[in-house]
C-alpha cells in the first residue's frame, strides 16, 4: 500500500504495484526484479506484503460506508436519467410516429425545443406570437382516462405521471 | 448545601439532566454520590463490556432508561467479525432479576436475540420505548412479542438492524387496546408487511408523530395512512413506485396538503423521481431530509427539490447530487448544521463531489458544524478556506473514495488542510482523515485538537511518531480507531496510562505485534486487550513478533470478559 515516505525509491515501489500507473513498460521482467529488490530492501513488515495482488482499487473494506440496499443504481442509464418514460408522438398526417423521453427533459420548454427539432416544426406555445399560426402546430396529449388535452396546463410534474402519448396537430384543425 | 434535606437535593439534581452533567454532580461528595445515584434514571454505557450489569444495578436501583453500546465502530464497516460479542441478553436478565422498572432501552451494535425481546415484553410492565440501531440477531418473531406484550408501548424504532424477516404477522400482534405508539420505525425491514394491520394501527393511534416505513409499503396506502396521520412529524416514505396512476398521486397531493407538521423526511427506497413534485408542498417547512437510500433521485430532480427546502437544518444525501447539487444546498439551506455526503457507487470515480462542493457549503452555510463527505478528491487550498469559512466545526468527517490520494492540484500530502482544520476549528470534538498524510497532520493534530474526543485514521502517517504525537497531545481523546497504518509497538507502549482515560483503542492492519500487545496487557490490569484473530496461523503461544492483525483494548472495571468467542483472546 503506498505509504511510504516520498522518497523515489518508494515512487516505483508504488508504480510496481499499482498497475494502473502509465509504467507499462516493454520491459515486465525489469519490473518485477525491481519489485522484488524492493520488497527484501525495505523494511515493511510481511504481513502488508500479503496482499501484493490487491490493486488500489480493490481496498478490502474501503469506502468505510454501511453497505445498503441500492437496487435502483443498476438501472441507470446516465447521470442524470435514473428512469425513463418514454412515450410515443405523433405528428397529424404522418403515420409513422417517434418516441421521446420525457423525463430526459427539463420541463415544457425543453421538451417543446426538441419536438420542434424532430418534427421540423413550430409548435405554439402560449407565450409565443401567433402569426403564422396556419403553418403552426399544437402539442396535445392523451392522459391516463383517455382523454385528450393540450400540454402545458398542469405543472409539468403532474404532467408526467399521467402523460400516455403525445400527438402534435395543426393548430387550424382544432 | 449541607443543610438541605436529601429530597430537596434530589429535586435539585432533577434539573440535571446530561449523563456528563451527573456523573460530575457524583463526584462532588459522598452524599452527592448516594443521591445522585439513587436517583438517576437514565443510564448510558459506552461499552458493555466496561462494566456489570450487576454493579450498574446496584449503583442506580432506580434505573428506568438505559443505552448500552456493543461492538467498535469499525464494525459498521465489516471489520469484525459477527460474533465477536456485544450481547444483551445477560443485561436484561439481570434487570428482570433485580425487578428493576425498566421503560426505556437503547442499543447500538449488540447482538439481541428474539428470547432477549421476550424476556424484555414479558418482564417491564412499564416498558415504553425500544430503540435498536446496527443490531442484529433476531426476527420479526421478536418483534411480535414485544408488540403483543408491552401494552404501554410508545416507541419502537429500528435503525439499519439485520433482522431476519419471517414476513409481516408481528403488525398485527399490536392488541386492539394498543394506542400509544408515538413512534414506529420499520424502515429496516426486508419482509412485506401486513398492509391492513399497519393502517388499522395507525388509526387506533392518536399520538402517532413518527412513522418510517420500509420498502413493502406502496404509494397507495402511504397516502391513506397519510390521511389518517395528519399531524405526523416525522416521515419515512416506503416504496415510490414508478409509475402511480393519476387518481392515486392526487390523492396523495390532498393527503400531504393535509400534513402541516411534518419537519424530517426520509425514505424513498426503490424510488424513482416523477412524484416527487408532490413532496414539494411540505418541503418548505421541513428541518430534517434524509436522501441517503434514494440513488434514483438526482440531477435537477433532486435540485428541484431542494430549492423548496431553505429550513433545512440537517441532509443526509448521495453523492450523486454532485458538486453543483451541493451549490444548490449551500445557496438554500441557510439554517443548515449537518450534511453527510454518501457514496453512492464506491466503486467507479464518474459521478461523486470534490472539494468544489465542500468549500461551497462551508462558504454558503454559518452554521454548518457537522460534516459526513465522501468525495472523489481534495485539495490543502479547498480545506485551508473550509477552514477560514467555519471555524465552527464540532465534527469533520472526510472520506476521499481513494484512501492514499494527495492533494488533487499540487500532489502534496493533505497535512497542511487538515492541520488547518485544527487549528482554526477549536470546538472540533470528532475527526475523520484520509488521503495521503504523513506524520505532520499528526503533529498539528497533537498540537491544536484540544477537544478531540474521537478520531478514525486509516492508510496514514509514516512512522510511529504519528501516533506518539497523537496521544501526547490530545487531552481529552475518548476513542482511537486506526486501521492500515505504520504505527507499531513503540507508539502503543508509549503511554500506556493514557489507555486508562478513553474509552477504546482499536487498531487493525498496523505494525504492533503480539508481544507488544501481550507487554501492553501486562501493565494494565485494568484494561481488556483482545486481538481478533482470524487466520488459522496464529496461536495464542506463537512467536511475539507476529503482527496483531486486529488488536480493540478498552478500559473496563468487569475484567475479562465470559462470552469471548474462540477467535477472541484477551491478553
Given at each position: 500500500m503506498g505509504r511510504g515516505a516520498a522518497s523515489s525509491s518508494s515512487s516505483s515501489f508504488e508504480s510496481s504495484s499499482y498497475p494502473s500507473v502509465s509504467g507499462e513498460s516493454s520491459f515486465p521482467q525489469r519490473k518485477r526484479d525491481l519489485s522484488t529488490d524492493l520488497r527484501l530492501g525495505l523494511s515493511i513488515s510481511t504481513s502488508q506484503q500479503d496482499n501484493p495482488s490487491t490493486p488500489s482499487e480493490q481496498l478490502m473494506d474501503w469506502p468505510p460506508s454501511k453497505p445498503v440496499p441500492r437496487k435502483a443504481l443498476d438501472s441507470e442509464e446516465n447521470e442524470y436519467c435514473s428512469s425513463t418514460l418514454f412515450v410515443k408522438v405523433y405528428m397529424e398526417g404522418i403515420q409513422i410516429g417517434r418516441k421521446l423521453n420525457l423525463l430526459a427533459h427539463d420541463g415544457y420548454h425543453d421538451l417543446i425545443q426538441t419536438l420542434d427539432q424532430m418534427f421540423n416544426t413550430n409548435i405554439l406555445w402560449p407565450e409565443m406570437d401567433v402569426e403564422n399560426s396556419a403553418h403552426c402546430h399544437v402539442l396535445t396529449y392523451e392522459d391516463k382516462e383517455g382523454d385528450w388535452l393540450i400540454v402545458g396546463d398542469v405543472p409539468w410534474e403532474m404532467f408526467l405521471p399521467s402523460v400516455r402519448r403525445l400527438k402534435i396537430t395543426r393548430a387550424d384543425s382544432l | 448545601m449541607n443543610y438541605f434535606p436529601d429530597e430537596v437535593l434530589e429535586h435539585i439534581f432533577d434539573f440535571v439532566t446530561s449523563q456528563r452533567d451527573r456523573n460530575s454532580v457524583s463526584q462532588v461528595c459522598k452524599p452527592w454520590y448516594k443521591i445522585e445515584s439513587s436517583s438517576r434514571q437514565k443510564v448510558f454505557v459506552g461499552n458493555c463490556y466496561a462494566i456489570s450489569p450487576e454493579r450498574v444495578i446496584e449503583r442506580f436501583p432506580g434505573l428506568k432508561s438505559i443505552t448500552l453500546k456493543g461492538k467498535p465502530h469499525f464494525a459498521d464497516f465489516n471489520l469484525v467479525p459477527p460474533d465477536w460479542g456485544g450481547f444483551v441478553y445477560p443485561w436484561i436478565e439481570a434487570f428482570a432479576r433485580n425487578n428493576l422498572g425498566l421503560e426505556e432501552l437503547k442499543l447500538k451494535r449488540m447482538i439481541i436475540s428474539d428470547e432477549c425481546l421476550e424476556l424484555i415484553s414479558r418482564s417491564f410492565a412499564n416498558f415504553k420505548s425500544l430503540v435498536l440501531v446496527s443490531c442484529e440477531g433476531f426476527s420479526t418473531d421478536g418483534l411480535a412479542a414485544i408488540a403483543s406484550n408491552c401494552s404501554f408501548l410508545r416507541e419502537l424504532d429500528l435503525q439499519e438492524n439485520d433482522v431476519e424477516?419471517?414476513?409481516?404477522?408481528?403488525?398485527?400482534?399490536?392488541?386492539?387496546?394498543?394506542?400509544?405508539?408515538?413512534?414506529l420505525n420499520f424502515a429496516c425491514l426486508k419482509g412485506d408487511v401486513n398492509l391492513a394491520a399497519l393502517e388499522r394501527l395507525v388509526a387506533r393511534s392518536p399520538n402517532l408523530r413518527s412513522l418510517r416505513l420500509n420498502h413493502a409499503v406502496p404509494l397507495d396506502i402511504l397516502q391513506k395512512i397519510l390521511m389518517r396521520a395528519p399531524h405526523l412529524v416525522d416521515l419515512g416514505v416506503g416504496s415510490y413506485v414508478h409509475d402511480p396512476d393519476s387518481e392515486t398521486y392526487n390523492?396523495?397531493?390532498?393527503?400531504?396538503?393535509?400534513?402541516?407538521?411534518?419537519?424530517?423526511?426520509?425514505?424513498f427506497l426503490e424510488a424513482a423521481p416523477q412524484c416527487l413534485s408532490a413532496f414539494h408542498l411540505i418541503c418548505p417547512n421541513l428541518t430534517s431530509l434524509n436522501l441517503s437510500y434514494a440513488p434514483g433521485i438526482h440531477g435537477t430532480e433532486l435540485r428541484k427539490l431542494i430549492r423548496h427546502c431553505r429550513k433545512l437544518q440537517r441532509l443526509w444525501i448521495l453523492d450523486c447530487i454532485g458538486d453543483e447539487g451541493l451549490e444548490v444546498v449551500a445557496s438554500t439551506c441557510k439554517d443548515l448544521q449537518e450534511i453527510r455526503v454518501f457514496p453512492s457507487d464506491p466503486f467507479v470515480g464518474n459521478a461523486a463531489v470534490t472539494e468544489v462542493g465542500l468549500v461551497a457549503l462551508s462558504s454558503g452555510c454559518p452554521k454548518l458544524h457537522s460534516i459526513l463527505y465522501f468525495c472523489q478528491q481534495m485539495t490543502n487550498a479547498a480545506l485551508i478556506t473550509v477552514a477560514k469559512n467555519r471555524p465552527n466545526f464540532t465534527r469533520f468527517r472526510l472520506c476521499i473514495?481513494?484512501?492514499?490520494?494527495?492533494?488533487a492540484v499540487t500532489n502534496q500530502p493533505l497535512d497542511e488542510g487538515f492541520g488547518a482544520i485544527v487549528h482554526s476549528c477549536k470546538g472540533l470534538r470528532r475527526l475523520s482523515m484520509s488521503g495521503r498524510l504523513t506524520d505532520k497532520v499528526f503533529l498539528y493534530i497533537g498540537m491544536y485538537a484540544e477537544q478531540?474526543?474521537?478520531?478514525?485514521?486509516?492508510?496514514a502517517g509514516d512512522t510511529d511518531k504519528g501516533m506518539q504525537y497523537l496521544l501526547n497531545g490530545c487531552k481529552k481523546l475518548r476513542k482511537l480507531e486506526i486501521r492500515d497504518c505504520p504505527f507499531g509497538n513503540a507508539a502503543l507502549l508509549m503511554d500506556v496510562g493514557k489507555y486508562e482515560t478513553m474509552r477504546s483503542l482499536w487498531m487493525s492492519s498496523c505494525?504492533?505485534?503480539?508481544?507488544?500487545?501481550?507487554?501492553?496487557a501486562k501493565k494494565m490490569p485494568m484494561l481488556n486487550v483482545e486481538i481478533i484473530n482470524e487466520t488459522d496461523q496464529m496461536d495464542i503461544s506463537a512467536d511475539d513478533r507476529q503482527k496483531a492483525e486486529k488488536m480493540f483494548l478498552y478500559r473496563t472495571l468487569a475484567g475479562r470478559r465470559k462470552d469471548a468467542p474462540e477467535f477472541v483472546w484477551t491478553l
Amino acid at each position: 500500500m503506498g505509504r511510504g515516505a516520498a522518497s523515489s525509491s518508494s515512487s516505483s515501489f508504488e508504480s510496481s504495484s499499482y498497475p494502473s500507473v502509465s509504467g507499462e513498460s516493454s520491459f515486465p521482467q525489469r519490473k518485477r526484479d525491481l519489485s522484488t529488490d524492493l520488497r527484501l530492501g525495505l523494511s515493511i513488515s510481511t504481513s502488508q506484503q500479503d496482499n501484493p495482488s490487491t490493486p488500489s482499487e480493490q481496498l478490502m473494506d474501503w469506502p468505510p460506508s454501511k453497505p445498503v440496499p441500492r437496487k435502483a443504481l443498476d438501472s441507470e442509464e446516465n447521470e442524470y436519467c435514473s428512469s425513463t418514460l418514454f412515450v410515443k408522438v405523433y405528428m397529424e398526417g404522418i403515420q409513422i410516429g417517434r418516441k421521446l423521453n420525457l423525463l430526459a427533459h427539463d420541463g415544457y420548454h425543453d421538451l417543446i425545443q426538441t419536438l420542434d427539432q424532430m418534427f421540423n416544426t413550430n409548435i405554439l406555445w402560449p407565450e409565443m406570437d401567433v402569426e403564422n399560426s396556419a403553418h403552426c402546430h399544437v402539442l396535445t396529449y392523451e392522459d391516463k382516462e383517455g382523454d385528450w388535452l393540450i400540454v402545458g396546463d398542469v405543472p409539468w410534474e403532474m404532467f408526467l405521471p399521467s402523460v400516455r402519448r403525445l400527438k402534435i396537430t395543426r393548430a387550424d384543425s382544432l | 448545601m449541607n443543610y438541605f434535606p436529601d429530597e430537596v437535593l434530589e429535586h435539585i439534581f432533577d434539573f440535571v439532566t446530561s449523563q456528563r452533567d451527573r456523573n460530575s454532580v457524583s463526584q462532588v461528595c459522598k452524599p452527592w454520590y448516594k443521591i445522585e445515584s439513587s436517583s438517576r434514571q437514565k443510564v448510558f454505557v459506552g461499552n458493555c463490556y466496561a462494566i456489570s450489569p450487576e454493579r450498574v444495578i446496584e449503583r442506580f436501583p432506580g434505573l428506568k432508561s438505559i443505552t448500552l453500546k456493543g461492538k467498535p465502530h469499525f464494525a459498521d464497516f465489516n471489520l469484525v467479525p459477527p460474533d465477536w460479542g456485544g450481547f444483551v441478553y445477560p443485561w436484561i436478565e439481570a434487570f428482570a432479576r433485580n425487578n428493576l422498572g425498566l421503560e426505556e432501552l437503547k442499543l447500538k451494535r449488540m447482538i439481541i436475540s428474539d428470547e432477549c425481546l421476550e424476556l424484555i415484553s414479558r418482564s417491564f410492565a412499564n416498558f415504553k420505548s425500544l430503540v435498536l440501531v446496527s443490531c442484529e440477531g433476531f426476527s420479526t418473531d421478536g418483534l411480535a412479542a414485544i408488540a403483543s406484550n408491552c401494552s404501554f408501548l410508545r416507541e419502537l424504532d429500528l435503525q439499519e438492524n439485520d433482522v431476519e424477516d419471517h414476513r409481516g404477522h408481528w403488525l398485527s400482534c399490536f392488541p386492539d387496546t394498543c394506542t400509544s405508539l408515538v413512534s414506529l420505525n420499520f424502515a429496516c425491514l426486508k419482509g412485506d408487511v401486513n398492509l391492513a394491520a399497519l393502517e388499522r394501527l395507525v388509526a387506533r393511534s392518536p399520538n402517532l408523530r413518527s412513522l418510517r416505513l420500509n420498502h413493502a409499503v406502496p404509494l397507495d396506502i402511504l397516502q391513506k395512512i397519510l390521511m389518517r396521520a395528519p399531524h405526523l412529524v416525522d416521515l419515512g416514505v416506503g416504496s415510490y413506485v414508478h409509475d402511480p396512476d393519476s387518481e392515486t398521486y392526487n390523492k396523495l397531493v390532498t393527503a400531504l396538503q393535509k400534513c402541516k407538521s411534518v419537519r424530517s423526511l426520509s425514505g424513498f427506497l426503490e424510488a424513482a423521481p416523477q412524484c416527487l413534485s408532490a413532496f414539494h408542498l411540505i418541503c418548505p417547512n421541513l428541518t430534517s431530509l434524509n436522501l441517503s437510500y434514494a440513488p434514483g433521485i438526482h440531477g435537477t430532480e433532486l435540485r428541484k427539490l431542494i430549492r423548496h427546502c431553505r429550513k433545512l437544518q440537517r441532509l443526509w444525501i448521495l453523492d450523486c447530487i454532485g458538486d453543483e447539487g451541493l451549490e444548490v444546498v449551500a445557496s438554500t439551506c441557510k439554517d443548515l448544521q449537518e450534511i453527510r455526503v454518501f457514496p453512492s457507487d464506491p466503486f467507479v470515480g464518474n459521478a461523486a463531489v470534490t472539494e468544489v462542493g465542500l468549500v461551497a457549503l462551508s462558504s454558503g452555510c454559518p452554521k454548518l458544524h457537522s460534516i459526513l463527505y465522501f468525495c472523489q478528491q481534495m485539495t490543502n487550498a479547498a480545506l485551508i478556506t473550509v477552514a477560514k469559512n467555519r471555524p465552527n466545526f464540532t465534527r469533520f468527517r472526510l472520506c476521499i473514495l481513494d484512501p492514499t490520494k494527495p492533494d488533487a492540484v499540487t500532489n502534496q500530502p493533505l497535512d497542511e488542510g487538515f492541520g488547518a482544520i485544527v487549528h482554526s476549528c477549536k470546538g472540533l470534538r470528532r475527526l475523520s482523515m484520509s488521503g495521503r498524510l504523513t506524520d505532520k497532520v499528526f503533529l498539528y493534530i497533537g498540537m491544536y485538537a484540544e477537544q478531540l474526543e474521537m478520531i478514525s485514521i486509516a492508510f496514514a502517517g509514516d512512522t510511529d511518531k504519528g501516533m506518539q504525537y497523537l496521544l501526547n497531545g490530545c487531552k481529552k481523546l475518548r476513542k482511537l480507531e486506526i486501521r492500515d497504518c505504520p504505527f507499531g509497538n513503540a507508539a502503543l507502549l508509549m503511554d500506556v496510562g493514557k489507555y486508562e482515560t478513553m474509552r477504546s483503542l482499536w487498531m487493525s492492519s498496523c505494525n504492533v505485534t503480539l508481544g507488544g500487545c501481550k507487554s501492553l496487557a501486562k501493565k494494565m490490569p485494568m484494561l481488556n486487550v483482545e486481538i481478533i484473530n482470524e487466520t488459522d496461523q496464529m496461536d495464542i503461544s506463537a512467536d511475539d513478533r507476529q503482527k496483531a492483525e486486529k488488536m480493540f483494548l478498552y478500559r473496563t472495571l468487569a475484567g475479562r470478559r465470559k462470552d469471548a468467542p474462540e477467535f477472541v483472546w484477551t491478553l
